[in-house]
Structure formats: structure tokens, C-alpha cells
């Protein structure tokens, strides 16, 4: 490392050993042989950085809330015996030059690997969520197959093999989305996608229906993982400034799964047979499962506690450690949390019953074509099932067309008014992407209804509608859950996760209805009415983008997050007070006092709080 600067040496305690110097902020030591040691300039600006750049960046919230579990910061990084004020001045009883950190170019710190290798694992990861997302619709394609070997008459029954893999991918985020906080990563996507891969081989040799039932189910918690934690990976590896580029990237994956799910299994189905659907996708997930087993831990916590085991280790000092160290509520208290808060924010707060409803019903919506497509090409058209996948490629189109036009969409948001207590656009922002989508969809969905039959039209019409009606649905499935995001702060993974349930069920049962809806409406009215339904939800993003704010205010739990964070206000500016008597050597111990009972009278009002969600 090169030579610092003197404003970047550090007074820390001679402690007698020999082993490196650890990153750290400040320290001030009394009764204790001090020597000068170079602090990492990383160090310490990163943090301050890093909370400016994610304030001034309104994906920001959502970048967090697809990170991690649905534990705040405060529960994340609350320790008994040590807390931290805004400018991370240690007053617990661990002594700060013992803090394991990441310092410049440290070879363990994620976003210091090399370019190439950080793009290799933003694309495992994606490949790896491609596959799970991919097996959710592939399944539509051999459902002829599997209805005519296994004598179904049923159709509806024969959809609930999509019905229980929607349900268990939202079930296994909620259960395995914390086992990267305690186990790390790699580990969770190593033992998740092998069980993932293990359920396919039951689908592929099955000899009765119910079988394939039940096992997708699992298979489908098990592949969970890679839904609730690539996102996290993404985050881990990738600074502020690249971090939207990196999502982008990674969204391609996941969001054109349900499209590629039937073109490619449309083909495989027709030449190889239903049961060569799942002997692929096994093929897919084993791949997947390589590629992630070569990935390295990405998530800095995990790390950084590893090091610090090792230092007292090595050093037999056991006054190492890394803000990290005990952090963690335990398993049984994190999937506590993880199954109750999100279930209670839902049920409680009025926004997310208007927002749960519109986001689950264009989703389901969407999930519906692939009920209609294999009507309307296969039987009305007399496509073969290859072809059938093929016309999906209209919604692939439109969803591409909305991850790359992202840039674009940044700048509309950034150009909204902003918030004076903040500096940052209001959440309402991103809802101004949603109206232009509100009208997408619905216009999306009629001209593939009015297209698609007769059948004397010609096909290129029914493909075209799925542009704007691709377009539409990622663009509320992304800025739906930016807003949500924003608007619930330190909440936005519960808020998300509660919508991701909901989102699930509803997408996994309209389809049921689908087959006897179509025939009995016939696929243009059928298809009318679920447009005109769309069109009636219109109205929900343009109130909430006129009076969000207000709607907002009103909200209980934003209004206890708002007086918390007037509250943190508050203590952040004891804390400069008190840091500012200090070094200027004047200590009022009144003053003091009076502000350590204050912080923890707010501090136990805050904890009850909490405890309440």
C-alpha cells in the first residue's frame, strides 16, 4: 500500500504483537503506549460514500430490499455490547484497533476481484435464476404430453403443476432467504440448487401425475434461493456507481424465464418427447450448480467474520473482531421475523392492499397466456408445440425493451421534484413509469384478443401485442417494487416479500380458471376481459402518483419511521456535539449523562416499537 497521508495515521494501542494493523475509524486512548499506524482511506470515507451515492440514487432502496432478509439495519447490526453513532465512533466496550475491516485493493473485499471474474458471477447467478424461473412454464409445454400418457382429462388439474411451483418459490424465499446471513452464499446456493436439481429427476421419470405435483413443489423451495439471494450477490460485488448496469445485466435472466420457458420447451416436448422437458432442465440446473459451486462467498459479513476468526486464531488474541461478530438474531428468530412481518404489513397497511392487488393481477394476467397461447396456436391455429413457444417471443421483445430502456426511465424519476428533507425525488417518482405502463398492458392484452382469432389474421398481429404487453408487465413488476421500496424505508424487504407471496398465489390459481374461461367466453372475450379489467386498475397508479404522499402520511408505520429517523437526527447530532467537547478537551458530564438517558429511553421506545411488527 502506498505511504498515506498524515491526516490518514491513526493512534492505536501498542498491544504488543506483531500482527497487521486493522482498518478502523477513530480511536482515542488513554493509559496506553500509542504508536502511529496508516488507516486505509477506504476505509474511512467508503461508508459516508456509499450512503451518498445511495441517497442520490432513487433504485437505491429497491438494490436493498432485494438484498438480504426482511431484518432491518438496526436488528442486522444491533449488538449488545457495542453501537455505533453516523460517524462510527465505537462507545461499546470492544476496542476499536481490533476491528477486521477491508481494507484498499484487499484481495477478500468482493468488489475488489477482477472485472472478469465479477462478471462471471453475475452471470452465474442469472443463468442459475434463469433456470428456476424457467422451469415454471417450461412445464406448460408438456402438459399435452402428460395428460394424454397419464389419461387426465383435466386441464385444470394438469396447471396445478404450475399452481404449486408459484407457491413454493414464494414459500422458499421467505425460509431460505436468511440462511445467507448466518451460512453465507455459497453455501445456500450450493446445497439449494444440488436438492433443486435432485427434485427434477422425479418429474422426469414419474409414472403418475400427483407425483409431479407434489415434487415441483419442493423443487421449487429449494430453487427459491437463487430469487431471494442473486440479488444480494449482485449488490455484494458491485460498487454504487455500476450497481444499476450490474441489475440490468442480471434482470435478463430471470425476467425472460416464463418466455423461454415454453420456446424452448415447445420444441423439446415435440421432438424429444414431455419427459426430455425436465432431462433438460436438470441438464440446465446441474450447470447452474457448477457455476455457483465455483463462485467464491460474496457477502462481506460473512467474510469479514471469517477473518476475524482467523485473526484470533492465528494471533491467540482474543480481542479481534468485526462489527459483524453476534449480530444475527439466530435462525429460529430470523424465520420468525421473515414468515410474520411481511404477513402483518400486508394485512395492516392500506397502501399494500391497493399495490398487492394491482401487482398480483397483471401478474396473474400474464401467467394466463400461457393458458391462451397453447389454445389459441396449438388448437384454434393448428401450430405444433415448438411453434406455439415461438409466439412468446413478442412478450421477450417488449420485456428487453424495457430493461435496456432503464436508463432512460432513471432520468424521468431524477427529474422529478425532491424531497427538501431528504435531497432525494419522492417515491411517487417511479409510479410515473408505472402509469405509462397501466396503459401498456391493457393495450397489449386487447389487440392480442382482437388479433388472435379469427384465425384468417395474419399471426405476425396476435406476436406484436406481446411487445407492448411485455413491456408493460416488467415495468410494473420493477417500478411497482422501487416505489414500495421507498416508501416503506427500512421495511422495503418486508413490504416486497409480502407482495412476492401474494403476487405467487394469485398468478398460480388464475391459470386454473383459464382453460374453462377461454372456452367458455372464447379466447377474444375472454381475452377482452381481462383487459377491460386492466384498464379498470388503471386508476390505481395515477391516484398514488397525484396523492402518494399524502396517502403516505397517513400511514401508521410511516409515520413511526419518519419520528424515528427525526429521532436518529437528533442523536446523530449529540454524537458531533459530544465528539466535537472531546477533542476539543472539554467534557460536560451533566450534558453527557443527560444525553446517554435520552438515547436510551428512545432506544427502548424503539425496540418496542419493532417488537411489534
Known sequence: MANPKDEDKIMIPDNGTSTATPSMQEFTSSGDKEKEVPISPRTSHSSSSSEVSRDSDPLA???????????????????????????????????????????????????????????????????????????????????????KEFGEDSEAVATLGVTFYLIGLAVGSLVLAPLSEIYGRRPVYIGSLLFFCLMVLPCALADKLSEILIVRFFGAVAGA????????????????????????????????????????GGFVAQYLGWRWTNWLVMIFAG???????????????????????????????????????????????????????????????????????????????????????????????????????????????????????????RRIINSHPKDPKTGRVYPEASVSIICVA?????????WFSWTSTPTTIHWIWPILAGVPFGAGNCLVFIYASNYLAGAYGIYAASALAGNAVVR??????????????????????????????????????????????????????????????????VRAERARRRQERMEGGVRDVEEDAADAENEGNEKTAEVRASEKL
Open 225 to 264: 434461493a437463487m430469487i431471494s439471494n442473486s440479488p444480494g450477490t449482485v449488490s455484494d460485488i458491485v460498487t454504487e456507481n455500476y450497481r444499476a448496469l450490474a441489475f440490468s445485466i442480471w434482470s435478463i435472466g430471470p425476467m425472460n424465464g416464463p418466455v423461454t420457458g415454453p420456446l424452448i
Open 61 to 147: 432502496p429497491l438494490e436493498r430490499a432485494l438484498t438480504q432478509t426482511v431484518l432491518t439495519e438496526e436488528e442486522q447490526l444491533g449488538q449488545p455490547n457495542l453501537t455505533y453513532t453516523q460517524t462510527r465512533t465505537s462507545t461499546g466496550s470492544r476496542i476499536p484497533s481490533f476491528e477486521v475491516d477491508f481494507t484498499d485493493d484487499d484481495p477478500d473485499d468482493p468488489r475488489s476481484w477482477s472485472l472478469w471474474y465479477r462478471g462471471m458471477i453475475i452471470f452465474a447467478v442469472s443463468f442459475s435464476t434463469w433456470v428456476v424461473v424457467l422451469y415454471s412454464t417450461s412445464y406448460t409445454s408438456s402438459m399435452s404430453g402428460m395428460m
Open 504 to 569: 405467487s398465489a394469485l398468478g398460480g390459481t388464475l391459470p386454473l380458471a383459464g382453460p374453462s374461461m377461454y372456452r367458455a367466453m372464447t379466447p377474444r372475450w375472454a381475452g377482452t376481459f381481462l383487459g377491460l379489467v386492466q384498464v379498470v386498475l388503471i386508476p390505481i397508479p395515477f391516484v398514488f402518483y397525484k396523492w402518494g404522499d399524502q396517502i403516505r402520511a397517513r400511514s401508521p408505520l410511516i409515520k413511526q419511521m419518519r419520528a424515528d429517523q427525526e429521532k436518529s437526527q
Open 287 to 409: 450447470v447452474a450448480w457448477i457455476l455457483c459451486s465455483l463462485v467464491k462467498e460474496t457477502y462481506a459479513p460473512v467474510i469479514l467474520k471469517r477473518k476475524a476468526a482467523k485473526m484470533r486464531k492465528v494471533t491467540g488474541d482474543d480481542r479481534w473482531w468485526c462489527r459483524y461478530d453476534n449480530n444475527h438474531m439466530g435462525l429460529i428468530g430470523i424465520l420468525k421475523v421473515n414468515l410474520s412481518r411481511p404477513f402483518v404489513l400486508s394485512f395492516t397497511e392500506p397502501i399494500l392492499w391497493f399495490w398487492n392487488a394491482y401487482i398480483a393481477i397483471i401478474y396473474g394476467i400474464l401467467y394466463l397466456c400461457f393458458v391462451a397461447y397453447p389454445l389459441i396456436y396449438g388448437e384454434l391455429r393448428g401450430w405444433s408445440e415448438g411453434f406455439t413457444g415461438l409466439a412468446f417471443v413478442g412478450i421477450g421483445v417488449g420485456t428487453m425493451i424495457a430493461i435496456v430502456t432503464e436508463p432512460f426511465a
Open 438 to 446: 397501466a396503459f401498456l398492458c391493457p393495450i397489449g392484452q386487447i
